[in-house]
């Protein structure tokens, strides 16, 4: 696999998730407006970069056994 599938498919995964927050949206609604924004920016932010690191670790560890 070489880097532009990698990314992609990070892509693909955010955006499943960015997905799945917009419907979970409902649930904090009642929340104060800071913490949704907390919420907000981990969903879109944090968790992707997250979710690439961990693909790539997978990725790497495959390749080198």
Known sequence: MDWTQ???IGL???FIEIMI???RENIFEGLT????IVI????LILWPIFNMML???WIDKGETN
């Open 55 to 57: 693909l790539i670790m």
């Open 33 to 36: 407006p800071m913490y949704n």
């Open 21 to 23: 927050a917009a419907v």
């Open 12 to 14: 693909v995964i955010t």
């Open 6 to 8: 990698i990314y992609l």
């Open 40 to 43: 907000t920016f981990f969903a």
